[in-house]
DNA sequence: GTATGTGCAAATCATTTGCATTCTC
DNA sequence: GAGAATGCAAATGATTTGCACATAC
């Protein structure tokens, strides 16, 4: 399989644009955790690590990221976007908790077979889909 | 079936807090039309018909409409939020066209089974969930 | 060499907050 | 009359943009 770094130039070929050291550093410390991340956690990240990588940049590449499939959406909360990476993962949806944000991934194939159900019935060409559900974990529940 | 201002008004008073005109136009106006809506296309709507609301009014009473349930969150686009009225519906889900944003709702049974064994298996106590589906419409996938 | 990408600072847009005033209970 | 809610204007925070400079192709 070939890395997300590897993906990205391919990309990045076809559409004539260019590549650039900055660009592989953001992406390569998306994929340096297996956490969700959020642009102004990813900011921080790479400046710990010595990194210079300007804000307007990681923004300026999250649309490419989100076209080539490596990163999606992952929900919208308190005030701004969170992301996550998804290149050679399998597709997975979220549980999460309302109180503690503890989020739990797991796989369903059922979802598959009924985006294909919709598409054929609403004529739908599919791209993806976001299936979140929201509660209170183990820990939170106790403590309502 | 009580009324959407009588959940409110039953609410408030619960809560020993205080109902306004101003509150009664707002969530008259949400219920007006089955569309989703956002603050500021909310805030223009009572603008045209002449009534004298302001966007932090807004602002502040959405809190309360999503916890007594009235309204949910339906999902996060143009850099803001939309939500929908759910008092009196069924529980829907959503396939939205990501080039011209036509919406179509959908029921579906089976996520409710699937949200049961979630809760079950991961010790969760569920709130609700969100099942967001994109993708194109006939028309716009024919003009790819 | 060209034109894309970068960082900075300023602008924009959604949302929140402080505060004086008004209104509900 | 006390405390909530309102509207306004200012503050905040996320994101975007203009621009001069750097650099990838």
Same mark, same amino acid.
């Given at each position: 399989?070939?890395?997300?770094?590897?993906?990205?130039?391919?990309?990045?070929?076809?559409?004539?644009?260019?590549?650039?050291?900055?660009?592989?550093?953001?992406?390569?410390?998306?994929?340096?955790?297996?956490?969700?991340?959020?642009?102004?956690?990813?900011?921080?990240?790479?400046?710990?690590?010595?990194?210079?990588?300007?804000?307007?940049?990681?923004?300026?590449?999250?649309?490419?990221?989100?076209?080539?499939?490596?990163?999606?959406?992952?929900?919208?909360?308190?005030?701004?976007?969170?992301?996550?990476? @998804?290149? =050679? *993962?399998?597709?997975?949806?979220?549980?999460? !908790?309302? +109180? $503690?944000?503890?989020?739990?991934?797991?796989?369903?194939?059922?979802?598959?077979?009924?985006?294909?159900?919709?598409?054929?019935?609403?004529?739908?060409? @599919?791209? =993806? *889909?976001?299936?979140?559900?929201?509660?209170? !974990?183990? +820990? $939170?529940?106790?403590?309502?």
């Amino acid at each position: 399989m070939k890395s997300e770094i590897e993906v990205f130039r391919e990309f990045i070929r076809e559409k004539g644009l260019r590549n650039t050291p900055e660009r592989e550093l953001i992406i390569g410390e998306i994929f340096a955790t297996h956490d969700h991340f959020d642009v102004d956690e990813l900011y921080l990240r790479l400046k710990r690590k010595k990194h210079k990588v300007s804000k307007p940049s990681i923004y300026r590449l999250i649309p490419y990221l989100l076209e080539t499939g490596l990163i999606q959406e992952a929900y919208f909360e308190d005030g701004h976007l969170h992301y996550e990476h @998804i290149y =050679g *993962h399998e597709h997975h949806c979220h549980l999460r !908790c309302i +109180k $503690c944000g503890k989020t739990i991934e797991f796989q369903e194939k059922s979802l598959i077979r009924l985006e294909k159900k919709l598409a054929e019935k609403y004529d739908f060409s @599919i791209k =993806g *889909h976001k299936f979140e559900v929201t509660g209170y !974990c183990r +820990k $939170c529940k106790a403590h309502l």
